[in-house]
């Protein structure tokens, strides 16, 4: 992931998913077509998550194989430092938690933390 991305990411998502916006028919692309060069970060592929890693930050010792190995560069990371986890992207494939040396990443049930991070609001 590029130091730009991560910029846009760590300030909440400070773009506009165009595909988000509620057209009616005549107004949808036609399907099968990519209509723009890009990437997938504008595409939130982190809805389709059924459990989210989360990391244990005082067991962390910052080595990065979480960061390589995630198939979706939803590790965020800044200044040689893990951050977390890019919630809007990752899809929940566990890698991350499989290939950490420390066994420091939980894969968590996506349903129970939303209702516990509602319940915290
Ligand atoms: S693989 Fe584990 S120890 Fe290494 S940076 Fe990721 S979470 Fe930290
Ligand atoms: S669960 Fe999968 S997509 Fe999510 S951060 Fe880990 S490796 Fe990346």
């Given at each position: 992931m590029t130091e730009l991305s991560n910029e846009i990411l760590l300030k909440?998502?400070?773009?506009?998913?165009?595909?988000a916006v509620k057209r009616n028919w005549e107004e949808l692309p036609p399907g099968c077509c990519i209509e723009d060069a890009g990437?997938?970060?504008?595409?939130?592929?982190?809805?389709?998550?059924?459990e989210r890693p989360v990391i244990d930050f005082d067991r962390c010792v910052h080595c990065f194989i979480c960061w390589v190995y995630c198939p979706d560069a939803s590790i965020l990371a800044k200044d040689g430092k893990i951050l977390g986890v890019d919630l809007y992207h990752c899809k929940g494939c566990g890698v991350c938690a499989t290939e950490c040396p420390r066994k420091c990443i939980s894969m968590v049930d996506e349903a129970s933390a939303l209702r516990e991070e509602a319940v915290a609001k």
């Open positions: 909440g998502y400070g773009f506009v998913d165009k595909y990437c997938g970060i504008a595409y939130q592929t982190g809805d389709w998550r059924s």
